[in-house]
């Protein structure tokens, strides 16, 4: 049998693999590309028509302490310093093995990955942890996929996994950091007007000639490259490929079974890695333990349905349910499609700028806005006067929605008539009249703006205290003054978007030992079962300690899945080791 180099080519009953990877976001293509590259042969089965599931609509970023990009820079940290961060987070939990092995591991995988394959990395060196607590670091931690050519893919580009509709511009994908400030500062700086100017004309004949972007950036180009890097090994790629279930044969998982029937075996094993469970109602009723489970709107593409867990549960395994959170909250607002459904717009960037603040559905402020989108959610959840209707309103005067957008509705030179006549964003002459359309108190809400107007006047915030944190910082203006994070609303007309529970994607998973070993009820290995990404269980325990924790462990645990199933790492091998390079030896 020889893999098949088609895009459209389809699995036949009783091919026979090494490895099989169910799901084809980062933790199944790192387990995919890393097997592949110690000699087995690999194929990656992926349900949807496209590859690439949750990361590639992500932001691309990977919390990876002590990365090599970082040590090459200069930013030298002491060993226990990210632990030290960790355990000022999780407490006790911290001592999960599986935190040990991937601090150990993840600075490895990244230099694989830079070495050996066509995955190119930037740094994070100026991307600091969420909070500032013992341990955290002002940067250093962080990488992200370089940007990419999509052409580099070839007749494969048309199973990528295109960017999420409403959080791009006609298609195209705008990074963070450098180029996102350039289309912020598109009307007010000649600079930054050419660059957008350039980037829109190389997008529009992108579409002419190909019928879609081909400057990849953020986690489309993290897949894009990992696509590229599976070809080059010589991985069969499966789009359309949904798994039903998978075979044991002498106490051992020894291949799938597809929806159509078709078999397949694995001589060394099956990685799951579907995704989680964003869009399976009856596991979230069951693992959220809120009524938030039955009114959740995630981000994540619709195709996550929890696969891997009702195949790896099938199988015996556990579940792990013991976590501060199941999900990775994330507020997001509601956008009407034409054809009369809704997406889910991720609200991760607007809310730390100045001009623009969130309140209850009494009118009151709740959280510091500027804080991350999980501790925006879980702040929210605990305001919140009745479970059964959980929403907030984000706030913003004119010119701060001119200058940043708010939600979908995008900044100038966008206009906001379609976003109103959509009934998506709310705006009025006075805050009164945005009260009234918002069904807001206005006096309430006239004396939590004029409180926070107050105070941010002079770079403060003593109710919450947004601007504080190096996060914070980050994360607004850095042209603002006194403080980047808080600015006065004043200039009318006054906007408003509703923020109702949603999420990036799920932490509750399968449980799994340190070498990505999915584990039973009575936490034995299941012999030949092995998971990466959502389907893995949160090794931070339901905690977000920073930004990028969901694709570092997904990646790093597809990397030791793979050498886990290829015999080269256990309990009885030779461990990773980041002095030397394990992968190295292969």
């Not at 990876?64 to 940290?77: C, D, F, K, M, Y």
């Amino acid at each position: 049998m020889t893999h098949p180099i088609e895009p459209d080519a389809v699995p036949q009953d009783g091919d026979s693999y090494d490895l099989i990877v169910v799901g084809s976001g980062a933790g199944g293509l790192s387990a995919a590309v890393t097997a592949a590259y110690l000699g087995l042969r690999v194929a990656v089965l992926e349900k949807e028509p496209v590859l690439g599931g949750t990361s590639a609509w992500s932001g691309g970023w990977l919390w990876i302490p002590r990365n090599p990009l970082a040590t090459e820079a200069g930013i030298q940290e002491p060993p226990d310093a990210p632990l030290q961060y960790l355990e000022s987070i999780m407490g006790n939990r911290a001592k999960d093995p599986r935190i040990d092995m991937f601090l150990e591991t993840g600075p490895e995988m990244v230099r694989f990955f830079r070495d050996e394959t066509a995955l190119d990395w930037i740094d994070g060196n100026a991307v600091p942890d969420f909070v500032d607590l013992p341990g955290a670091a002002g940067g250093g931690r962080s990488v992200c996929a370089a940007p990419y050519d999509a052409r580099g893919l070839g007749r494969w580009v048309t199973k990528l996994r295109p960017p999420l509709g409403v959080i791009s511009l006609a298609g195209m994908g705008i990074a963070s950091g450098a180029d996102l400030r350039h289309f912020f500062n598109a009307t007010r700086k000649v600079s930054s007007g050419l660059y957008v100017l350039k980037r829109l004309g190389k997008h529009v004949w992108d579409l002419i000639r190909y019928r879609r972007g081909m400057q990849l950036v953020n986690g489309n180009a993290l897949v894009a490259r990992l696509v590229r890097a599976a070809l080059d090994r010589d991985v069969a790629l499966f789009a359309d490929s949904p798994v039903r279930q998978v075979t044991v044969e002498n106490g051992r998982v020894a291949g799938v079974v597809l929806q159509t029937g078709t078999k397949l075996r694995a001589k060394a094993g099956v990685v799951l890695a579907t995704g989680g469970f964003p869009h399976n109602a009856a596991l979230q009723e069951k693992l959220f333990g809120t009524e938030t489970g039955k009114r959740h709107h995630s981000a994540a593409p619709a195709g996550n349905t929890g696969d891997g867990l009702k195949i790896a549960k099938a199988a015996g395994a556990g579940i792990e349910t013991d976590l501060a959170d199941a999900a990775a909250w994330a507020p997001v607002s509601r956008v009407p499609l034409s054809n009369g459904a809704f997406a889910n717009f991720p609200h991760l960037i607007e809310r730390a700028k100045p001009g623009i603040i969130a309140v209850t559905g009494r009118g009151e402020r709740f959280t510091n806005e500027a804080d991350s989108y999980h501790a925006f959610m879980r702040n929210l959840f605990d305001a919140a006067p009745d479970v059964s209707d959980i929403h907030c309103w984000l706030i913003a005067d004119h010119r701060a929605q001119r200058r940043w957008g708010l939600g979908w509705s995008r900044p100038f030179p966008f206009p906001l008539g379609p976003y109103r006549r959509k009934g998506y964003l709310k705006s009025a002459r006075s805050l009164a009249g945005l009260a009234a359309q918002c069904g807001l108190d206005a006096a309430t809400l006239e004396k939590t703006v004029r409180r926070f107007n107050t105070h941010a006047a002079k770079g403060e915030d003593p109710d919450f205290g947004r601007g504080a944190s190096r996060y914070n910082q980050v994360q607004g203006d850095p042209d603002h003054r006194p403080n980047p994070a808080l600015g006065s609303l004043v200039s009318a007309p006054f906007h408003a978007v509703k923020i109702v529970p949603g999420s990036l994607g799920t932490f509750a998973g399968l449980a799994a030992d340190e070498y990505a070993r999915v584990l039973d009820a009575g936490r034995a290995p299941i012999p030949g079962l092995f998971a990466a990404g959502n389907d893995l269980s949160s090794i931070f325990a339901g905690h977000y300690p920073s930004g990028g924790i969901t694709l570092g462990p997904a990646m790093t645990f597809g990397y030791i899945a793979a050498h886990t199933a290829a015999g080269r790492m256990g309990p009885d091998e030779t461990s990773l080791n980041t002095e030397g390079g394990f992968y190295a030896t292969a």
